[in-house]
């Protein structure tokens, strides 16, 4: 079965940066849209950032200018680069794959972030 794994997370001051990976069993991975999500404490799951078989991307309006999502198709993996991190990031980051109707999650990441 398809297998997404995250990693990056963890802890980090307010203004901080990290970088979140997402690694991928899927053979035909350059064929996938791919996207970031997270979840706060009592909150949604909201939408962070996606990025296109092509390679558009498209990212929510409180994290446009601080995120940066990327993609290497050579190593079935997709990236969340985080600048400037706010208290208001701190959640569980969630890596998702769509194709058609396929669609996959990873378990997630921790990110926190201290003030």
């Known amino acids: 079965q398809v297998q997404l794994v995250e990693s990056g997370g963890g802890l980090v001051q307010a203004g901080g940066s990290l970088r979140l990976s997402c690694a991928t069993s899927?053979?035909?991975?350059?064929?996938?849209?791919m996207g970031w999500f997270r979840q706060a404490p009592g909150k949604e799951r909201e939408f962070v950032a996606k990025?296109?078989?092509?390679?558009?991307?498209y990212y929510a309006d409180s994290v446009k200018g601080r995120f940066t999502i990327s993609r290497d198709n050579a190593k079935n993996t997709v990236y969340l680069e985080m600048n400037n991190l706010k208290p208001e990031d701190a959640a569980v980051y969630y890596c998702n794959a769509r194709l058609q109707e396929a669609e996959y999650w990873g378990q997630g990441t921790q990110v926190t972030v201290s003030s």
């Open positions: 899927i053979r035909t991975f350059s064929s996938y849209n």
């Open positions: 990025i296109r078989w092509s390679g558009g991307t």
